[in-house]
């Protein structure tokens, strides 16, 4: 038996641990009883059998510091186990065994991940411990050093890391390649776009199953390609086999994709995608609530979706042809799975099935781009016939399946295209085709054993076997086989072979996968035929299992087969098996889907090869692709099942590793040599160990003589030399230790070429620096400055430097005297001038230079230019013209052009000139009589202001002449318009002006003759036609011709030749008739008497030739007849003839045609007489003129004499109303009012006053008269204005005049002469008033501007004399203002030196202010005194703040922290910019972090003395102060320059200059504000770990990164400036809403967790106060930030970081600032911070603390949120409008303790609702109907009793006594001892009503004076009662209240499908309490009532609440459904009161 000696260590068996060590405490044997000590302390008993087979522990497995577990001396499954399980529990999550890496999940965060742990890796990762960053940088590294391609395989089970773990190499992987490639990883970048890539693939592809929240469903291959360098130059994936199942069935406990929960959650917030979507909640869609879980612990699909919808941009997804498509196939998923079927019975065939929703389907198909009635018949039907249509209908079960398999194949087929796309995005994205070699990083599915395994398992494990057996190729086999070819002498390890189950599953022929292919192209085949052909063909297989154990209780046990896999047995149910093998769908689907109008999805199908086989071939291709490459293994553990941090459940760890093969890879890697290298290659690699080797055998030799090579640690093959791990490592070690000997000389070599380069460059840089001294040039010197930075100490010790440095300060102040005396001598101003000369002459040494000598010489030609100044004055004032011109000659030869005398001698000269030029010219043209030149030197003499008797003469001759002119106008007009009245006035009144234009006085003359003839010709004209005989009508014609008036000119011209025509032919008929008659003819009288009927003739030879045609007719009766009536005027006779000739066939008979033309003219006279009644009805005159000459044409005016007298009277009458109305048009538009009352006489006459155009006549004459009328006002005006041009009266009346004919519209000559003569006195009134002005001001500029404009105007009044006189003394004073200016000028320039001023430079400014004191005094307003006070007051300040800050620098390390900062606020304040603020500003951050440090650890208030009101004061001092601009984060003293900022940037250094301050994607070259080296690169790593937070770049765990900055800025002050800096400049110009969110995340942890330096504080105020004026959440994030900011600037540092969780939360919800009140609207808090991780159970304990409660029952105190309505007239509209419970009042909502204040606030903010929360009991029990000892809790009790039963009335009273009770009570506590003592006082309160103290419900019953005089009988003893007793018997009174502490909810009933739920009506209220759930009519009438024992079940929606309630009457259950927004709520209250009743049953 073995002994065990005490203090020796075993493995103590453990039923949880396995085994743990433990310490013998006694020797003793095995099987003997003993006594053993574990770690933790504890004494163990051990049994005989216990000890029978113990295991000896070596005391090395205590530690937890072995990190490679093939470094255990004792290696075994114990030991490996407990080193996994001590280095778990103490986070340590990564081991190696060899080069394997074993990462347990610790399913928690870790700060493992940080961009400085990164950058550890990246520097030296061999000599790190083991970690995921080792793996990726050894195969990165080996990538580049061995120029092969790497794989990296992750294998485990499901939630055992894989994803993350692919993620974080990824990531590693992008980090240091993107150094190579010198991109900092923006997002548009290769390397992010890779990244980018996971969370689009992990949305579509992963989904919680009950073993990982986020488990992959699909497995990947993720290449990333790499150029020569490094730099990734490509990447593609590769996916493989997604679970499709998932989509349309999930088990319980599980989801389905998170895409589908994404979209949902994104919809709410982006309404217009949700509309367009029409997606609702998740509980709605039957594919995502079978499992029961919609919501996820730890996962926001809300912000998941923003995060997709980032990725898709990142990648250059088409936002319109591929994001949107994408986005509608999702949802047309989940509407498609609401599809559903109702059975059609059939009596003579199977059942078939229809779609019972059809507006679903229409959604799903509009989403899909489809027909839906192609859709339709796809779902309830197929076709089945090949050449024809022959459509089989579905059963329902069978339109489910299609359903489903149409779902699956579409959600398949989309995650494929994503995945092309992504490679597509890639692939657009690389930087070449070509790549050097690439790193593979697999991520697949790990092994998988559910109680229900299908097709979907087998083909996971399938693969998992793949990749074991290349494990397995890989570690052992290929190993034991290079030993043996090698002739290494190993000793065997076995190992599991899992070969034999990879041929069982794919072996050609026989295989499950084969024979699973071959099945589907069996006739009938089934899953029942596979089966069976499975079992007879691998029957008696060692890993083939035909039916499961009955014991083992498998479902559905005899479709299932076992495979004994690699991990254990797995059985498989075949059940549609060969369906999902078959992974297909019907081609009228395919067809349907290819015909989409939406092109991407129109793309989605194609055709593939079974499920099976595109399996099989892509692990082929994956196989062989890993084959090619060096693997590194990477095996994650999943420590427990329950997903939990901190919980090591050993056996299921052990179970890992045994079926994973780790415990064998230990051992063969402990007992082989894991290291092997080609003999060529090892030589090579380690040759620099031995530099003599001459061979690989010397090289052994040498390095076994020196011990660097031990026997037993290699061995030497064939052709390879082998070495253990411990010999590998010190072998590399010895050869980086050999390489950096022969490194470092290479390095001296380089540094000393480097250093020589630097030297010479140095020495260049001194000599350019001398140089520059030597040329005495500041723009030489200052950029040779700048190259002295690159010296060592940058310079500063050097003293060239020294020197160099006061050199240049002093050519700076040079250049600004220069400057000085540049403007001095500009200005031409003596005081500048001799300023300047003063400055030069004081600086020590006094400067020199040739402007100076300028300077003086100006002074003196200044002196010249004095005398000529002062002879201009005196010229100008007597208007000396000649003088003028002989002193600007001389001015001019002075060049004193610019001079305002000089400015001013000019313009009088230029006006005398004028002037003379003007009066000369106006002479001319008045003896000219010129007009028009008259006009203009009028105007000239006007604008002039020229009072000389010419100006008046030329104006009476101008008007003369403009009259005459208008006049002849007129005539000329008259002329042409041919109106003899017009032409008669015209000519009238020429004659009286006395035009002088015989000529055309005549032509007028002789044509008012003409007209006059002219229309005596048309009176003749008239008379003959009216007579109508030939001569009197070619008489007049005659005399109408010879006056010229033809037919086409004048109309009775062409009456009368149409008269003349017609009586010609009249007499012609005549005769003709006379010679008929005479010859007795009767053919010839026929023919004449028709010519006669034609001609309408009637008379005497008519009757005779009728007479004489009827005798030769008489034998014929008819024809007699017909003679007769043949001028007979009547038309019915000639119709009865004609008729009764038809009918004896006389149509032949002449006497017929003329009775047919006689009727026919009759019917033309009459028609004729018809149109002539209209044509008078219509007062048309060319209609009736037309119709009358017809009448006298046809002769048969006669006939109609009353018609055509009348019809000519009109014609005539309205012939003279269009004459009238030419005239008045003509005389309206020629503006002639002679003619215009000339025509309106006429028009009078007729009797026309009411046609437009008289009233347009009418009013034109008005116009006419009002202008004539002002005209002459104006004239009258001016002419008085002209007699006395001075008096302002006169002026006055003129520009009134001139004002009414403006309103006129009028425009004349006069008034363009008034207006020149009102503009001038406009300008002379401007000119005065500025003269007084500028004097008033003693402003010389604007006076002599004034001046100059008199002089212009000619104006020599009283004030301007004044202002010539005041001008010359202002400019004695304006000279003195000037040297007072040159002062300030040389002190500011002084001001500006970094070395400060001194006394004396302030005493030449206060010299100037003393010598210049009256003029000071007297232009105290002007800025140059203004100025000057102000910058002497300010220098004064200046002197003694450069006092302080040298007593400070002389005080050293004694100066105080306050002290330092007073003295760099002021000077700061105060603008300057001196040498010795910079140290001091050093000095200061050291003392503020060493007080920062100091404050915290002694956790001391930072207000000394801690008084809240002063903290308070400071507070607001401190943020009034911050408001100020000049606090800008920009302009914070400490930050770098732009241009220190971009040093040694080479690409786009102007840009990264420009956006130093702003927003930006790619790392920050160094630290924002002036660092030590070592903290700038810290500052690098908190930007990178920024990106990662806000999602700027793409990171792993970014909640640690958010961790990693707030503990670098807790435990290092002087970096906490930086990081708000990178905060404040990642907030600025962000372009993404979810950056800016978490920027503002990280803002506020900061400012929870540490002040910003005192130095900053006021920046970072600032911000937040500009941020506050922002809308929206930034605005909310700001007002958070600034008050959390007071609170910690007031307290100092947290002195701790949030947790990972706690900072988690802030992903899940704003932190807010939250108010809460009381139930009668007292604030409680206001303003409170709350964190997003502060639940309201924590809020209430904060309410509970404030509010100091003491009574155990406050437990029962909550948080309710009351909805304020907007106001009715706010036009705000309800977010809930269309919601079915839109018209429903909202009841309080109780929140839940686990609820969050923020998500509340969001919510609210997104329904646009105002709301309030308020502080009250939510839980009441009758078992806590007891009176308090807390009079708070019994204050707040009652509040809430009286809001209930008085405001509310939720509790009805049934009595009045109780009202008046209750009333009472309420008023006397309310108005304590105040109570009035009559009813009016109480009824007329403005402040308490008594009404307001009634029950609502009660108040309508008695008028309030009755109520009063109630209330008033209980006053006195109520009176004499204290308050808290009367509160205590309100709250009793009310206890025993059957619905006392109910939660009321308003709700629609939705069902009726039981008898309970058919007799509600629809409007319900819910109520619940301590009893249980009642129900209510909306009349508060009890209609049911049920404890909470008969709820069996509850649950809802966003606007559904649905209860299983047991009925006691029918014994049985029914459902309630309701709609309601408050389904959340009432399910809260619900468990709130169960959990309140048990704790209560459970307490008693």
Sequence with gaps: MTTYE????????????????????????????????????????????????????????????????????????????????????????????????????????????????????????????????????ASYRGMLSDRADQSIIISGESGAGKSEATKLMLQYIAEVSSRASGVKGGSGSLEQQILQANPVMEAFGNAKTVRNNNSSRFGKLITVKFDGNGAISGGSIVNYLLEKSRVVFQSEGERNYHIFYNIIQGGKIDKPLQSSLGTTDAVDYHYLDQSGVVEVEGINDEKDYSTVRRCFTTLGFDEEDVVLPILQCVAAVLHLGNINFEVVKKAMEEDSSSVGNEPVMELAAKLLGIDATTLKTNLISKNIGNRSTLMVAYTVEKAQESRDGLTKAIYGNLFQVIIDSINKSLQLSQTSEAHANIIGVLDIFGFESFEKNSFEQLCINFCNEKLQFHFNEHIFRLEQEVYESEGVSVPRTDFKDNQPTLDLLELKGTGLFPMLDEEINVPRASDDTYLSKIQTTHGKHPNFVRTPASKLKVPNERSCFGVVHYAGAVYYDVTNFLEKNKDSIHDDVKAMIK???????????????????????????????????????????????????????????????????????????????????????????????????????????????????????????????????KAANEMDTLREAAFIVQAIKVQANGRRYIVKMKFVSWKATLEAVKAAMAHRSEAELSPAMDLMNELPGNGRHLALYKEANTLLVRLIEEKKLEEMLDAAIKSRSKAPILSAIQAAKSMQPPYESPKLGAAEAILVRLDKEASVTSGLRKACKERDLAGIDKLLGEAAELDMGETEEVKQAEALKKRLEEEKEALEGLKKAIDDKAMATLAVFIKMCSEMGLTDPAVAKGKALYEELQAKVAAKNGLDEAVKARDLDALTAAFAKCNAIGVEDKEAMAAAQALVETIKKEQAAVVSLLAACDARTLPALESALSEASGLGLTEASTPEVAQAETLKNSLVAEAACRGALSKATSANDSAALAKALAEAQALGITGPEVEAANGAYAKLSAANSGVAKLVSLSTSDSLADLVAAIAEADGLGLQAEAAYSNVVARKARLEEEQQLMKDLEEAMGKSDLQALSRHVATCMRLGISNKYPAVMTQAKAKAAELGQRQQVMMALSNSVRSRDLGALDAALEKAATLGLTDAEEVTAAVGMKKTLLAEEAAEKTLASAMAAQAEAPDDAALLTTMRAAYEVCTGLGMTSDRMQSARTVLDRDSMILDTETKCKQAMESMNLDLLNEALEAAIQLGLRTATIEAGTSFRDELAEKEGTLKALSAACETLKMKASSKGGITLSDVEQLTAAMTSGADVIAAMASRKEVVEAQELSTKMQSVLNVQEMLRACEAKGGEAERTEIFAALSEARELEMDLDVMVPLGKKLKELDAEFQKKR???????????????????????????????????????????????????????????????????????????????????????????????????????????????????????????????????????????????????????????????????????????????????????????????????????????????????????????????????????????????????????????????????????????????????????????????????????????????????????????????????????SHNEPSEDNMFARLVYLQAEDEVITQGKLPIKSEASVIKLSSISYRVALDQDWPEDADSMVESEECPVIDFIPVDWRGAKPPQDWANLLLKDRDALLAEGPEELQQRFVEEIWQHDLYGAHFFNVHKLNNDSAIAQGLPVDLKIAFNASGMWIFDMSVNVLHSYGYADIYRWGGSSSQFSLIIWNQASESTFELKLSTAQAADMAGIILDYINAIMAAAQSE
């Excluded at 113990?54 to 093939?70: C, G, T, Y």
């Excluded at 347990?104 to 000599?127: C, G, H, S, W």
């Excluded at 991407?600 to 194609?606: Q, S, T, Y």
């Excluded at 765990?1597 to 400036?1617: H, M, N, S, V, Y």
Aim: proline letters at 6%; charged letters at 30%; glycine letters at 6%.
């Design 595 to 725: 015909k989409s109008s939406v092109p991407f999805i129109a793309k989605l199908f194609a055709d593939k090869a079974t499920l099976g086989g595109q399996f099989k071939a892509s692990l082929t291709s994956l196989m062989e692709t890993l084959n090619k490459t060096n693997p590194s293994f990477v095996r994650t553990v999943k420590p427990n099942s329950q997903k939990a941090g901190g919980l090591f459940t050993s056996t299921m760890v052990l179970d890992q590793l045994r079926y994973s093969g780790l415990l064998e890879v230990c051992r063969i890697r402990k007992l082989g040599y894991p290291v092997r290298r080609d003999n060529i290659e090892f030589y090579k690699r380690y040759k620099v160990i031995e530099p003599l080797s001459t061979d690989l055998a010397s090289l052994l030799e040498n390095m076994k003589k020196t011990g660097k090579l031990e026997a037993g640690q290699f061995a030497l093959g064939s052709s390879k030399v082998f070495l253990k791990n």
């Design 1496 to 1822: 915290e650890a002694e956790d001391a208030p930072l207000e000394d003395d801690g008084a809240y009101e002063d903290a308070t004061k400071k507070a607001e001092e401190r943020n009034l102060k911050a408001e100020q601009k000049k606090f800008a984060f920009s302009n914070y003293p400490s930050l770098r320059s732009p241009e220190d900022f971009a040093k040694g940037v080479l690409l786009q250094k102007r840009k990264l200059k420009e956006g130093m301050l702003k927003w930006q994607q790619t790392l920050v070259p160094r630290s924002l504000t002036e660092l030590e080296p070592e903290n700038s690169k810290v500052a690098v790593q908190v930007h990178k770990s920024l990106l990662g937070y806000m999602g700027d770049k793409s990171m792993a765990f970014p909640a640690t990164l958010a961790q990693d900055i707030l503990q670098k800025g807790l435990e290092q002050p002087q970096l906490r400036d930086e990081i708000y800096l990178q905060i404040m400049k990642q907030l600025s110009s962000n372009p993404t809403a979810d950056s800016i969110a978490k920027g503002w995340q990280v803002m506020c942890m900061c400012v929870s967790t540490f002040p910003p330096s005192l130095e900053f504080e006021l920046y970072l105020l600032n911000f937040m106060h500009e941020q506050k004026k922002k809308k929206g959440a930034v605005r909310n994030y700001a007002k958070y930030c600034h008050r959390t900011l007071d609170g910690i600037l007031a307290s100092g540092a947290s002195g701790f970081v949030p947790s990972v969780e706690e900072i988690q939360a802030y992903k899940e919800r704003p932190p807010v600032l939250a108010t809460v009140e009381l139930v009668d609207g007292m604030l409680l808090t206001e303003e409170l911070p709350v964190t997003p991780d502060l639940s309201v159970g924590k809020v209430v304990e904060i309410c509970t603390h404030f509010l100091e409660l003491t009574d155990p029952r406050s437990d029962c105190m909550g948080i309710f949120v009351y909805d304020i309505p907007p106001d009715a007239d706010s036009g705000v509209p309800d977010p809930d409008a269309d919601k079915p419970y839109a018209d429903l009042e909202r009841t309080p909502r109780p929140l839940r303790n686990e609820d969050y204040m923020g998500d509340v606030i969001v919510q609210k903010a997104r329904q646009k609702r105002d709301f309030k929360f308020v502080f009250k009991r939510k839980v009441f029990l009758p």
């Design 6 to 137: 005490e203090g020796t260590w075993v493995w103590k068996p453990d039923t949880e641990e396995i085994a743990i060590p433990a310490k013998v405490l006694a020797t003793f044997k095995g099987g003997e009883e003993s006594k053993v000590r574990t770690e933790d302390g504890e004494d163990h008993k051990l049994t005989g059998v216990d000890t029978k087979d113990l295991l000896m522990a070596d005391p090395e497995v205590l530690s937890s510091k072995i990190d490679n577990l093939i470094n255990l001396n004792d290696l075994n499954e114990n030991a490996i186990l407990h080193n996994l399980r001590i280095r778990f529990k103490e986070s340590i999550i990564y081991t190696n065994v060899s080069s394997i890496l074993v990462s347990v999940n610790p399913f928690k965060l870790l700060p493992l991940y940080t961009p400085e742990i990164m950058d550890k890796y990246r520097q030296n990762a061999r000599e790190l411990p083991p970690h995921v960053f080792q793996v990726a940088d």
